[in-house]
């Protein structure tokens, strides 16, 4: 039984896709499905996100990792490079080593630490092209994971995730049904107890003009802010704070 959780990272652990004026920053996510999973068996935990959106890896290392120390936690989650990964010429190798420190420092803290594999983007015709990338990240991650004793949950491994309906209409955020998906796989590789059910998605009907008319939307409302963004220098994380920056105690809904 855990009595203090601490979730680091970028959008993905946020909450960003899942969106609830009801929680902080306006959205839920995997991480807060989670503490309130926990904390139906424990109402004391403690539950703090650093998580910002937008943050490169060395970034949520620089801004969340000392903070995240200092509270103690007995569980930590940890997701980063994402953001890197869309990068045109991200160093691999050299955000292996950032990673590999980082996770060391939480480990050696006796803390249950849980990483997570990047999602296989072959069905997305944007994604595919950083596959790659994406499976020399993932070995990197498994052998830290090996290393220090940590957790790791599989996205890759999760087809289920390649289903575009489980993503919002941005394409790089999880929706409400991924956010759920992930945190069940998170929940399970604890080993903890919870209520939550699979997603249940019907057979998608074959819609190829559809499709088209998707992507060109796509395109227009999210694609040309993106590149919009990398040019100017801005990020989606300006001015964002972490939405829970201090362990408190959470609700089950």
Same mark, same amino acid.
């Given at each position: 039984?855990?009595?203090?959780?601490?979730?680091?990272?970028?959008?993905?652990?946020?909450?960003?896709?899942?969106?609830?004026?009801?929680? %902080?920053?306006?959205?839920?996510?995997? *991480?807060?499905?989670?503490?309130?999973?926990?904390?139906?068996?424990?109402? *004391?935990?403690?539950?703090?996100?650093?998580?910002?959106?937008?943050?490169?890896?060395?970034?949520?290392?620089?801004?969340?990792?000392?903070?995240?120390?200092?509270?103690?936690?007995?569980?930590?989650?940890?997701?980063?490079?994402?953001?890197?990964?869309?990068?045109?010429?991200?160093?691999?190798?050299?955000?292996?080593?950032?990673?590999?420190?980082?996770?060391?420092?939480?480990?050696?803290?006796?803390?249950?630490?849980?990483?997570?594999?990047?999602?296989?983007?072959?069905?997305?015709?944007?994604?595919?092209?950083?596959?790659g990338r994406t499976a020399v990240y993932n070995e990197h991650v498994r052998l830290i994971a090996a290393r220090h004793r940590a957790l790791v949950v599989d996205m890759w491994a999760m087809r289920v995730l390649r289903?575009?309906?489980?993503?919002?209409?941005?394409r790089i955020h999880l929706g409400p049904d991924g956010h759920r998906t992930v945190a069940t796989a998170v929940l399970d590789t604890l080993g903890a107890g919870h209520t939550l059910r699979p997603v249940d998605l019907?057979?998608?009907?074959?819609?190829?003009?559809?499709?088209?008319?998707?992507?060109?939307?796509?395109?227009?409302?999210?694609?040309?802010?993106?590149?919009?963004?990398?040019?100017?220098?801005?990020?989606?994380?300006?001015?964002?704070?972490?939405?829970?920056?201090?362990?408190?105690?959470?609700? %089950?809904?």
């Amino acid at each position: 039984m855990f009595e203090r959780f601490v979730a680091l990272g970028d959008s993905f652990t946020e909450g960003v896709g899942d969106d609830d004026p009801d929680y %902080p920053n306006g959205v839920r996510g995997w *991480a807060d499905l989670v503490a309130e999973s926990l904390a139906a068996a424990n109402p *004391a935990l403690g539950y703090a996100n650093l998580a910002v959106r937008g943050r490169l890896l060395h970034q949520v290392v620089a801004e969340q990792l000392d903070p995240a120390l200092a509270l103690h936690p007995d569980l930590v989650t940890l997701y980063a490079g994402g953001n890197d990964l869309m990068r045109p010429r991200p160093d691999i190798d050299g955000l292996a080593e950032i990673y590999d420190e980082a996770i060391g420092k939480l480990a050696a803290t006796g803390a249950t630490v849980v990483l997570f594999t990047g999602v296989d983007g072959v069905a997305d015709p944007v994604f595919r092209k950083m596959r790659g990338r994406t499976a020399v990240y993932n070995e990197h991650v498994r052998l830290i994971a090996a290393r220090h004793r940590a957790l790791v949950v599989d996205m890759w491994a999760m087809r289920v995730l390649r289903d575009r309906r489980m993503w919002s209409d941005d394409r790089i955020h999880l929706g409400p049904d991924g956010h759920r998906t992930v945190a069940t796989a998170v929940l399970d590789t604890l080993g903890a107890g919870h209520t939550l059910r699979p997603v249940d998605l019907p057979i998608p009907a074959d819609a190829p003009a559809q499709r088209r008319s998707e992507n060109l939307r796509w395109l227009r409302t999210h694609v040309v802010p993106w590149i919009h963004r990398r040019l100017t220098g801005t990020s989606s994380g300006d001015g964002v704070t972490p939405k829970r920056p201090i362990p408190e105690r959470v609700t %089950p809904r």
